[in-house]
């Protein structure tokens, strides 16, 4: 219990409308996107500058106090799930792009902005941030960067650490420590920035994040590939990576997604395809033309019943605003949805949609899959209802087949969705016992107190 | 002193023909490119497997044995200069190729791969592998990833950690670490593989290596744009970039650099000319002929006295070797040669220039510039001689004065050379207290006896 004189210590640091004990918040802040048991905090704190920031990080400290750092929650491991009775700090209230250079091509913000505002900021001065997860109409960047975000781009762009340049954070002492620069190189001191994307909260607590930006692709071309055959689809997948084609997107969907996204969206996709590829290429005008041309072959030779291309951006739009839709879709069609995110080496997708669906069939249950085919990144997703004791423990054994496969693969268990609590007792099923307790002597020594997002990604 | 039985269970572990004491040896072992003082080890050794190289390491820990290992000791910040009769350990037979996989476009290495052969063998299967450093024609990819060694193509390219898909590496146990994958994306556990890159042999023993592959680009044009005054050449550099085009490389070299390249290599650069610079473009051909028109048309109206494009691949890689040779031809000239790498904002690159002359001028000394000017990453250059005690300690304050006048333009002590011995007193100027705390808590906490490369990166 967090006692009044605390209390009042936090509200002097955020101010009274900035701190929140009410049952109705507490439950708010109770839970994220990820299928696991929510969580009731003791207190939300919400600081509006760094300074109150390192404060309550601080006093956190000071007291014991665990402390969940809270971007829009729509995390899908767990990382958002804050401890019983600990702090959560909200990010909403430092949402300012401090900086957009334009010269120099980087942009510096606080944690808080939302990631998609902050991509249309950075378009209107004629620059481009690639990174964008499927969330990123309401995540915010800071969760993007704790989470090493993913997306439909990852496939030529790369992935939120590819554009991290550098951090302020606090670390638990409320101190800032500094990595990172604003030049395109950097190779002073550790390289803290690596270590901090993807940590989760677990380490430090972010202030100020410098992220790299690139010109914007000059043209683009988005197609849609239907497919009669699930495996014509995925082996279509591989033959344009083998051609050394690199599309900025390139998407898998299965019939089960396709059926879920046209009766949500309307967006006039094709519910009798087995399988569909969204692709789009851009860059030079040329390139352009050239790759499309290429990419249409291959899915013609490959088996596609059809490849149309987006006469225009509007219906280039239409295409993924029905793509990132899916979740939503599928989210609606029962109580509660599994969303995976274990990739593969690109090569292996004919085999892993393959095995998804022997996975599906061995334990009775429906496994859509969509995702970004072209990263190996599928999401198959599960829909089941966690109240029904004997279909979850066939999802849980499920969930473990997935997993299995992706390592014998050689894949991973997240492409992108990050470790959380949903995935850290598989962890060492794919590194290594000494890799868990490497990754437990970093964790002690930054967080003695163990009081920055304890239990997620090692363990509590 | 290590004692006869140690050393005779260091022999049973790499066979006599890979244990060296000789004093010719510790010599040959005693320093690296860093203008620092060298120092004698007590023992080379040359593990030519990863259990050798995992039994090593374990048992220098467990005899507190300081080990310092070592690729082709091209370090350029002290980073491979050993501890007082400490251990070397010696990664050139550690050498093999493991893997390229040219479907999902990696490979996997060992630490002790040379860099310009391993792109030789991707290239030989149509792929690209970008990190280019100055030494790569006999530096060790291990050392690279140890150094997150930069290059001729950071510009559009990146440096080494962009290429580090994961690791395998020994803890001070010798027990394998696993981190990152073989797949383009993973955000599974800590992103050990991001904290390792860079961190100079002091967090772990690399075994393997796995290194993201590109498709290679179709075409390239390369081209020397002549300048008669050294502040033409540095705006034309930002107004390259600020006009959005991104060449595979941007290298600029003053007249001082022109003039010891050209009597070196007799590449038939214009002696006279104040300042050149040296581009290439690269990607789709549509693309080439437009990025090179653009160049060149920016070159001339910022009072380029003339443009020359290679008219062939001869003439291009003749203008390269030239500009590599440059640290060659350059150390000919006086005992002593510092070469700097503090790094800025690109759009500095004129500022910094200037800057560099007035030091040199208020410092007495002769600046050599040449460099990557396209990611701010100028190498200022110093001839001098050591043992000339008054004019060593000029230069020791002309260096401080770079460092400074870098960390005033937003920018960093070192782009690409790392911090090893040679910078890491100034480490704390550009980050903070707490960053060298928050570092050297990682440091004990994973190498609590103090073994790993002791002295690199936060000091002794």
Chains 1, 2 share one sequence.
Not at 8 to 24: P, R
Not at 29 to 55: E, Q
Not at 300 to 313: W, Y
Not at 346 to 355: H, Q
């Amino acid at each position: 219990m967090i006692s009044q004189t605390l209390a009042k210590a936090f509200e002097d640091i955020v101010g009274q409308a900035n701190l929140m004990t009410e049952k109705a918040d507490l439950v708010t802040y109770s839970y994220d996107a990820a299928v696991v048991d929510s969580v009731l905090p003791g207190l939300i704190l919400r600081p509006t500058d760094g300074d109150a920031l390192s404060r309550v990080v601080k006093l956190c400290n000071d007291n014991g106090l665990p402390i969940t750092v809270r971007g829009a929650g729509t995390n899908l491991s767990g990382g958002a799930i804050p401890i019983h009775e600990g702090v959560v700090i909200l990010t909403n209230g430092l949402n300012r792009i401090l900086e957009i250079n334009t010269e120099d091509m980087y942009a510096v913000v606080q944690p808080g902005v939302i990631t998609a505002k902050f991509a249309a900021a950075v378009e209107a001065e004629g620059l481009f941030y690639p990174p964008d997860p499927g969330s990123q109409a309401v995540s915010t960047l800071g969760g993007n960067v704790a989470e090493n975000a993913g997306g439909l781009r990852g496939l030529k762009y790369g992935v939120t650490s590819d554009y991290v340049m550098g951090l302020q954070f606090f670390d638990t002492n409320g101190d800032p420590v500094k990595t990172g620069s604003r030049t395109v190189k950097c190779a002073t001191g550790y390289n803290l920035t690596g270590l901090m994307v993807g940590s989760e909260g677990t380490l430090g607590v972010f202030n100020e994040i410098i992220l790299k930006l690139i010109p914007a692709p000059a043209h683009r071309k988005a197609m849609v590939a239907v497919f009669d055959e699930m495996n014509k689809a995925s082996e279509t997948v591989a033959a344009i990576i083998a051609d050394k084609i690199i599309p900025a997107t390139l998407e898998f969907m299965d019939n089960f997604t396709i059926r879920a996204v046209e009766d949500y969206s309307r967006a006039g996709l094709p519910i009798d395809a087995a399988a569909l590829l969204l692709v789009e290429v851009d860059g030079h005008p040329a390139q352009v033309e050239e790759d499309a041309r290429r990419v249409e072959a291959l899915c013609k030779k490959l088996g596609a019943t059809s490849v149309r291309v987006a006469a225009d951006d509007a219906e280039r739009d239409k295409v993924w605003a029905a793509r990132r839709s899916a979740l939503s879709a599928l989210a609606k069609l029962k109580p509660t949805l599994v969303l995976e995110d274990a990739t593969v080496p690109r090569s292996k997708i004919p085999a892993m949609v393959r095995a998804m669906q022997e996975i599906g069939d061995k334990y009775g249950l429906s496994i859509g899959t969509f995702g970004h085919a072209g990263d190996g990144n599928l999401h198959p997703t599960i829909l089941t209802d966690k109240r029904n004791k004997e279909e979850w423990k066939r999802v849980d054994q499920a969930i473990a087949a997935i997993f299995d496969k992706a390592l014998a693969m050689g894949g991973t268990l997240s492409g992108e969705h990050g470790t959380g609590i949903a995935k850290s007792c598989f962890l060492e099923n794919e590194t290594s016992k000494a890799t868990l307790v490497y990754s437990r002597r970093i964790k002690s020594a930054l967080d003695p107190n163990n009081i920055l997002n304890p239990g997620k990604i090692i363990g509590g």
